[in-house]
């Protein structure tokens, strides 16, 4: 996963931290105090040493929640005293708020000291395949999206030092402290660029008393593959720098639980949990076809029946993916209420993931979780090609066989989303068309007549 | 103040621009590979090396398309494959600029360096004159790398493919790394003979998939190249699509785009500026990212739902206002795939293929020892540990259970030697015997040897091993000899004297009798303190208490005949093997007869000489030289 967002806080934190270092010693005098519901209070940081400013000027206090439009909804606290900015926080802590549709409650505050302003300009920098864009208006403000045709950009091709490029063009003689602005711009570039951000924005940053750049309001997305270079420039406080889900998307502890398992990897495990009352689950391996399998059940008008999205690929080792297949099976198999459910262990045809060790894997899980499958009314679909496909369908095959568990098998000769409509089929109580031609082999049909049939003979080869 | 632009308007915005700065793009070659091309693999993986020559073997090449393979820190060599049924030794190179240098013909360099250092090594492949295509497979490079190698490539007018990608394949010419799996696929979806159908798309996994639906409802694929997930591929679908467009051989082309990103507006334009003028079939998935309550990220670093301009919805209706032939979805994709190249054959665009036979690949080994298709005898047998499980075991006892507090070395000992778990005052014995004989002094032979060969400059093993071949039968080595001596005139009935004289008049000594600074009155506390514990420990002491016997008769001799320690580990193994209860008399036998009872000495006495051999290091000690005046020159 490449793109991170970072709160206010952060953000603020990393330029101001590394602006001495890439910008030829100049300083950026940002003054900001973090309050979570693991911090002390306001009133408790306002007695640090060098915190005392909360004391003695008037300040503001922001939501920082990686969303926007605070003002427009009436969460920005302005010009208030200690006393009034702890109160604010007090009260909204921890309470929920709906925005763009979007509900979430508001756990991270950034308080600042209040700069009033006249002036509000409008900076970003983004990330293209080429170069980097900048963009820049003095225009800047909540009205930004009103004024977004006086925004004008400049692309720095990628690798060309910005001391070599001519900002008067963007900023031009109207721009008041022109030159400390360009001197600004070219700065933020830099960290821009020496700190793997993929988007910087600023809106607005203003001017001093003294006609210096101070950013107000500022939002970052940093590259996270390029960790292993930056993860110490960085940290924030010490630590290493949060990287916060959007709003309104608390983290199951099953998605965590994944995620960490992902982290310690090369390979990739990835959980999306969308709906844990849906009745069709997906175990699909590729980061290709995981998206056209959700597509599939989407397109066929059960997307509200779509439990999770997810992928494995990578050559994932038999036991990360013995542990992914229990996650997802135990999420599929709660609350069993009778009705059927689907569980689809999808894929293309593999280039390099051995396909019969991945299924061990998941085989392991199913037996784990075999009499919750029973109850949940669980039926498994399996379609997968790939280095040792063959095998790794047969023992799906045979576990079925074993544990009495309703797993229909297919390889790379069907297309690669037809289980999807036999899921569908299933959850809906019906028996699929293309059972009766397709000699499907459920455990039953199996176990009655003790011969086993192989479902599309691609076993035989 | 705290307004921020919502991303949807910014993207709109970013997209126009984005567009019309597309007509300043390069252009990619439009041939990239041939029946001829040849790779340079930087850190090969055995697997991807071995399934590019396979599908050269069926693709009917002349030569590999492997030219040679560079792997960092290596001291170059080569590395053995199979061509066919032939063994091929491809050169294995230091650096990258060694292996061109070499290879002059090779010009793909393909990557499987990790995120961490992918970067480096591409950029060396960039520069390269001869190297024209750079493939890079890891996954997780950063941005910016990308970014840098990309610009590089650009000046140096080189393509990328990747980064995060399987690679690409042309069929029947020329197969990147592990692009299309293993070779029953390439056989099944006729990856070995040229079609008609220029394939791209991001997902590596994915464009298998489709190469077996173009084999099913087309003539198959002439060349398919998966881009990679990442937001800022090295080359792009639009890139390869126009590349389709040039050449004569592709008579359709087909894209499977996925949300995130705006390359397929690149395809957009190019069909608007009539840029495209074979028939083109687009999908682009994602269509699902509606439904999600908030913004997801897909398993690839490009796919993240999020702007209305970079959703599927929004790309596939471009791409279809364009010109493309969109499905309704992917279930659909096949379909029009068919009906489109349905056309191409009744307007004789695309003649029918006069079908290849590829030539039979021999079976691996491994794959037919795993299909159960052939047997073979193995070359070696072992019976005292297993390292396959899970667990290393010694004879048959888990290594964490080895490892647990009880467990003494002597323990082991009796794990890997004798195969069986000794009582513990047994284990407890050999464990004492290994302390007595770590060491004595820098004056016997084997500690002067380490000594000298340490000083010397040799390493550590040198030093041990120099020490250690000195034990025999006058040093350290008279254990074993001693007890079969001792065991011998026991089974024999001999008395001590007629041991002794039989011994003598045979011009023998009897081995473990006799020390050359030990005697009888100055006694050899270690032979006490063996003594001691079998008294106190073992159930017998027959073969100790005889061999003290023979010591009272050859004392009578020579003050310094005593049983030395030697000859009173041989004994009082000899007592403990056959009062512990575990061994047969023929198990004793052959135990004497294969002679391990050095092996006490053996390993005991490393202890010191790795001790001496560390000491004179350690102190920095020049060569020995023997001084002149302690050798007596007596030839005259």
């Known amino acids: 996963m490449a793109r991170k967002k970072l709160r206010e806080y952060s953000t603020k934190y990393i330029l101001r931290n590394n602006f001495p270092i890439y910008c030829n010693g100049d300083k950026l005098n940002l003054k900001m105090i973090q309050v979570s519901p693991t911090s002390p209070s306001l009133q408790d940081l306002a007695k640090v040493q060098d915190n005392q400013w909360l004391s003695t000027t008037k300040l503001v206090v922001k939501p920082d929640m990686l969303f926007g439009k605070r003002g427009k909804n009436g969460l920005v606290l302005l010009n208030a005293s200690l006393e009034e900015a702890d109160n604010f926080i007090k009260e909204k802590m921890n309470q929920p708020v709906e925005m763009g549709g979007k509900k979430g409650l508001v756990t991270h505050f950034i308080v600042e000291p209040f700069m009033p302003h006249d002036v509000e300009f409008y900076l970003s920098i983004t990330a293209e395949r080429d170069s980097n864009r900048i963009a820049f208006s003095n225009c800047g403000g909540i009205e930004i999206e009103e004024n977004w045709d006086k925004v004008g950009t400049l692309d720095v091709p990628y690798g060309d030092s910005i001391d070599s490029i001519n900002l008067h063009t963007l900023v031009d003689s109207s721009i008041p402290s022109r030159e400390y602005v360009i001197d600004f711009i070219k700065n933020v570039y830099k960290l821009f660029s020496e700190l793997s951000f993929h988007f910087v924005e ?166 784990e979780y075999k009499d919750d499958i029973i109850k949940a009314n669980i039926s498994i679909f399996v379609r997968r090609g790939g280095p040792n496909y063959q095998s790794g369908l047969s023992s799906m095959r045979d576990i079925g066989h074993k544990l ?58 | 103040m705290t307004g921020s632009i919502p991303s949807e308007n910014k993207q709109q915005v970013d997209n126009s621009l984005k567009t019309s700065s597309n007509n300043k793009k390069m252009t990619l070659p439009a041939r990239l590979f041939t029946k001829q091309s040849q790779a340079l693999i930087y850190n090969y993986k055995e697997a991807a090396v071995q399934r590019m020559l396979d599908f050269d073997n069926v693709s009917q090449r002349d030569t590999p398309s492997v030219a040679g393979l560079i792997h960092p820190g290596s001291d170059g060599g080569f590395y053995k494959a199979f061509f066919g049924f032939k063994e091929l030794v491809i050169p294995v190179y230091n650096t990258v600029s060694e292996a061109c240098k070499q290879n002059p013909n090779a010009d793909v360099f393909l990557n499987f360096a990790s995120h961490r250092s992918a970067y480096q090594s591409s950029l060396a492949a960039l520069k390269e004159p001869s190297i024209r295509t750079v493939v890079i497979i890891a996954e997780g490079v950063p941005e910016n790398e990308a ?263 002597g323990d082991v000992i009796g794990l890997l030697w004798f195969k069986r778990k000794l009582p513990s005052y047994a284990s407890r014995f050999i464990e004492m015997c290994l302390k007595l004989v770590a060491d004595h002094g820098p004056c016997v032979s084997g500690a002067h040897n380490t000594i000298v060969a340490a000083r010397a400059g040799k390493d550590l093993v040198s030093s041990l091993v120099s020490g250690l071949l000195t034990i025999g039968p006058r040093f350290g080595g008279a254990i074993d000899d001693s007890a079969r001596v001792f065991k011998d005139a026991i089974d024999r009935n001999l008395t001590p004297e007629q041991l002794v004289e039989g011994m003598k008049s045979k011009g023998k000594r009897i081995p473990g009798i006799g020390h050359l600074i030990k005697s009888a009155d100055d006694i050899d506390k270690r032979v006490v303190i063996l003594k001691q514990y079998a008294k106190t420990h073992f159930s017998s002491s027959k073969y100790l208490e005889y061999a003290l016997e023979v010591e009272k008769y050859t004392l009578q001799k020579a003050n310094n005949l005593i049983l030395n320690v030697d000859g009173c580990i041989g004994v009082l193994f000899l007592d403990l093997l056959h009062s512990c209860d575990l061994f047969t008399k023929e198990e004793i036998k052959e135990i004497i007869d294969v002679g391990y009872l050095n092996g006490f000495f053996v390993v005991g006495r490393s202890i010191g000489l790795i001790g001496h051999a560390l000491d004179q290091k350690r102190m920095r000690q020049p060569l020995y030289r023997h001084p002149y005046d302690d050798v007596l020159y007596a030839s005259d």
């Open chain 1, 202 to 367: 600023m809106n607005p940053f203003t001017l001093t008393s003294q006609g210096k750049p101070y950013p107000l309001d500022a939002r970052g997305e940093v590259d996270e593959c390029a960790s292993f270079k930056c993860a110490s420039k960085w940290m924030v406080n010490g630590e290493d720098v949060e990287f916060p889900q959007p709003f309104g998307r608390g983290l199951y502890p099953e998605e965590t639980y994944v995620n960490e398992i992902d982290e310690k990897t090369g390979a990739s495990l990835k959980l999306t949990l969308l709906n844990p009352s849906g009745r069709i689950w997906a175990m699909v391996a590729g980061g290709g076809a995981s998206v056209i399998y959700a597509d599939t059940v989407a397109d066929m008008g059960y997307g509200h029946e779509l439990g999770n999205y997810g992928e494995y690929s990578g050559d994932p080792n038999e036991d990360d993916t013995y542990k992914y297949a229990c996650t997802i099976i135990s999420l599929a198999t709660r609350n069993p209420d009778s009705r059927p459910r689907a569980l689809l262990v999808g894929g293309g045809i593999a280039n390099f993931t051995d396909v019969a060790v991945t299924f061990k894997g998941i085989i392991r899980a199913i037996k």
């Open chain 1, 404 to 461: 009495h568990i309703p797993i229909k098998v297919y390889g790379p000769d069907v297309n690669m989303t037809s289980i999807v409509a036999m899921a569908i089929s299933h959850i809906n109580g019906e028996t699929p068309s293309t059972e009766q031609h397709s000699h499907s082999n459920t455990a039953h049909t199996n176990h009655s007549n003790g011969v086993h049939i192989n479902g599309n003979g691609i076993l035989n080869h």
């Open chain 2, 147 to 409: 970014r840098a190698l990309l610009s590089m490539a650009k000046k140096n007018g080189k393509v990328i493919i990747g980064p995060a990608t399987v690679g690409g394949i042309q069929a029947g010419c020329f197969k990147i790394g592990n692009t299309a799996g293993t070779i029953d696929n390439i056989l099944a979806c006729k990856l070995y003979r040229s079609g008609s159908v220029g394939f791209v798309s991001k997902s590596g996994g994915l464009s298998n998939e489709m190469y077996n639906v173009l084999s099913r409802c087309t003539d198959g694929i002439y060349e398919g190249i998966a881009i990679g997930g990442d937001s800022f591929p090295g080359s792009t679908l639009t890139d390869h699509v126009l590349r389709y467009e040039k050449l004569p051989e592709v008579k359709m082309i087909v894209v499977l785009g996925e949300l995130g990103g705006w390359d397929e507006y690149g395809i957009v334009d190019a069909l608007k500026r009539g840029e495209i003028t074979k028939p083109i079939c687009c999908w682009v998935s994602g269509t699902v990212a509606k439904i999600f309550p908030t913004e997801v990220q897909f398993g690839h670093a490009g796919a993240k739902s999020g702007g209305e301009t970079e959703s599927a919805e929004a790309k596939n209706g471009a791409l279809k206002k364009a010109g493309a032939v969109v499905p309704t979805s992917f279930e659909d994709f096949a379909n029009v795939i068919a009906e489109t190249y349905a056309k191409l054959e009744a307007s004789g665009l695309v003649k029918p293929i006069e079908e290849p036979t590829p030539p039979e690949l021999p079976l691996d080994f491994k794959t037919a020892v795993k299909a159960g298709k052939v047997r073979k005898p193995t070359s070696i047998i072992s019976t005292i540990c297993d390292d396959r499980g899970d667990e290393l075991t010694y004879n048959g006892v888990p290594i964490s259970e080895v490892c647990k507090e009880e467990y003494v070395l």
